[in-house]
């Protein structure tokens, strides 16, 4: 379960409880409900670091959901190891696409929805049950029609330009790590090695960095760069808050280039 | 469970451990733990809202007691569907009045507490121990006496006026979103329609805003009113926090008339 | 589960995930996650108040970790009723030396680890995968070699001086409640008894308090002294917060006199 519903509403519990109604051996693990409000682009970069270490066989359910209630549709995606349902907003494609999608439905058979859909509360009254009768065996197809124009989230590729390479922030962790778009094999192609200084231009901030492997070889409190857990250059200060440091935000640019 | 201890502390967890530790099947699901400090009134509101959509036979523990120690009581109710266990300060009786109250016994029997009763901490003592005895199969009449002079919230109902509804704040939930206690009963009544315009006095604002069906009917960042999932009228702002800005909360008197 | 990993992240998520791909059957209980950002003192603290009230064969798993991918190890600690893995920064040993060591190994055998270790997230890619192997009946010693030579948490003992206690501030928790490492047992040899009114200072505060039973023993917002949950000496406000009000923060020196 991921979400932006936050931690002292009753909304999440009621997911589970319906859920725990429909099929009572479900095992529930939450991902996170402290997704900034309406940022579908957070919630999609959270479920797709998690997907790939779920167990073969996970239902995946993702509310964020500015559009609930008007013309966008629900969704029911089959991948190569996993289900995911949620609105047809861009949420769930980053991890569905990296698992290999090989059906995508548009959930409207009310049969496997609460007897009341309320036009604000969707994940109660349409992901959560279709999830659980899923678990309970009711075969995909049987949630609506197959559909395949369904949205895909927008997130930068990072660019190679003379000497350089240019990104931005994807996401800012809750120990303020700063984690770009550059993957560890774009370092590779620009010949950014551990070891290295690197060249970081942000905002208004130029900053000469060791890429690292740890956070442990820089000093306390001294800025470093790492390829994070998931494969993505981090601009982070050893026990202390890059982001609180630099003010910046997913979404800015990032230079990288070497010294 | 539902209770007030935050999420970095050990009560909580300690809850659960105590629970496990007497019933090793039991399946535990937390409702919130964020309820405003000492909030009996928002913990019941809560507690009230997840409660119909359980399955059938659960055992709420709830948690939310400046009492503790005193001589307030502790309570197990029985309902048509379920079970509470908590402090007799009001805390269960919104959700059991809801669920129809079969019996209400006061916990004394000190077989199924803790061994070492502390007197600042009944959740892990005395209520968890008991959920976890009654999910074992012991019968409730085992816990202690039967009782009827329990505590009940109280929550202002809406009043109706000469072309106007009196209500109050009930909520602000994490996106900011007032709701009150005028239901979707009362509005019908006063023939308030979605699609209407709606003047409303809260504090020094008077607004027209519209009845709408959901959050995406407005423009984004614009005011709305809408039913609720749980059938209350609600302010709210599309993509935004009308309670920062409104400056409402939980308490504050709302009036509503057609324009 | 412990950890300061917060609650937006992937990183919690992603350690359930690999547990419950290893050990389908685990039973997952979040302790905290909420834990200050590296202060292993803190979780230690939270770990050892928790961990007697869990079932028998619990594994503990926490990761409140600085020194992840620096020549620090992995540990899986053996104790009479419960195991524990973690890093060796003494973050379990608080729990595990009050739980009675039997045996406690460096994690070294790379076949109980995921398939590629990160040099920055041992949480997911050691600690967790050897929790759920140790669930799935592997053997504690097949992990690594024996060792003896683990670090141990420092904390203070509190001192007795002529008619006066010294200790200091081992936790302040979320209702604001300062604990101190004085104990019940501390104050009835200092002859300090529920009834008597203590004198107490910290910082540049001269309280004069009484030693309660429980919190509504004083009135509503009055300061009270307790024997907390854990049998720890904590200074309180009824229905207050003691630590916005004092100032007061883990590591503060107090001291305790009669009057």
């Given at each position: 379960l991921l979400s932006d519903f936050g931690l002292k509403d009753p909304y999440m519990p009621e997911i589970k409880a319906a859920i725990l109604t429909i099929c009572p051996e479900a095992r529930i693990v939450d991902?996170?409900?402290?997704?900034?409000?309406?940022?579908v682009r957070m919630g999609a970069f959270v479920l797709a670091s998690v997907a790939p270490y779920s167990p073969a066989g996970t239902v995946h359910v993702a509310v964020v959901d500015?559009?609930?209630?008007?013309e966008r549709r629900a969704l029911l995606v089959q991948t190569k190891r996993a289900f995911y349902t949620g609105?047809?907003?861009?949420?769930?494609m980053l991890a569905a696409q990296k698992g290999g999608i090989i059906h995508t439905y548009a959930i409207?058979?009310?049969?496997?929805?609460?007897p009341t859909v309320s036009s604000t509360f969707h994940g109660r009254d349409v992901f959560a049950p279709a999830a659980a009768h899923l678990l309970s065996g009711?075969?995909?197809?049987?949630?609506g029609p197959e559909i395949s124009d369904f949205e895909v989230p927008r997130f930068a590729k990072p660019t190679r330009q003379t000497g350089r390479l240019v990104g931005e922030v994807l996401h800012v962790d809750d120990f303020g790590n700063i984690i770009t778009n550059i993957s560890e094999e774009d370092l590779s192609k620009a010949r950014m090695k551990t070891g290295k200084t690197l060249a970081v231009d942000m905002k208004n901030e130029h900053l000469k960095v060791n890429l690292c492997r740890t956070y442990g070889d820089a000093a306390p409190k001294s800025v470093l760069m790492l390829v994070d857990s998931h494969g993505f250059l981090e601009l982070a200060v050893n026990q202390g808050n890059a982001s609180r440091r630099f003010r910046v935000n997913a979404g800015d640019t990032v230079h990288v280039s070497l010294t």
């Open positions: 991902i996170s409900h402290s997704i900034e409000k309406f940022n500015p559009g609930v209630g008007t609105p047809d907003n861009g949420l769930l409207t058979n009310s049969e496997f929805m609460l009711v075969s995909p197809k049987q949630f």
